[in-house]
């Protein structure tokens, strides 16, 4: 895993290949670099990608403030489907969870897609009901 401070240069591909199932979680992370919406540049905030041995970018992930509570968000994760069961992304949120602890941060929260629950919750989320913007979090410490 690296630590990137601005979105690769080929990050179109990562996209298209999102799209084509489906997901436009890429493309929502292009936009929001483009326009400053999200940068990952603030305190605790960290944008992380995975390239394969052969230097193909297989997956991308990062973490922010979250806007709506005292907590870090977990945010644009997407791995290639060929990549995954691979561990890429696993080491991209282990990543962001450590940043996060680094930081001091109590709570992470995220907004999953149904299907990525089960990956979530192995890695010790929770699933989460009182926040319709968040399906799961991960309580790091109280406070």
Known sequence: MTRITAPPDDLPALAEAAR???FRVIDVLAREWADGTMRFATPGEALFAARDAKGLLV????ITRDPF??????????VLSA??????GRALAAEAIARARAAGVGLIRLRAPEGAWQFWEALGFEPFAGDEAVTHRMVLHEG
Do not use: Q
């Open 20 to 22: 084509a199932e489906g």
């Open 59 to 62: 997956g991308i992930g990062g």
């Open 69 to 78: 509570a005292e907590a870090l968000r977990m945010r644009r994760f997407y």
């Open 83 to 88: 990549a995954r069961g691979t561990g890429i």
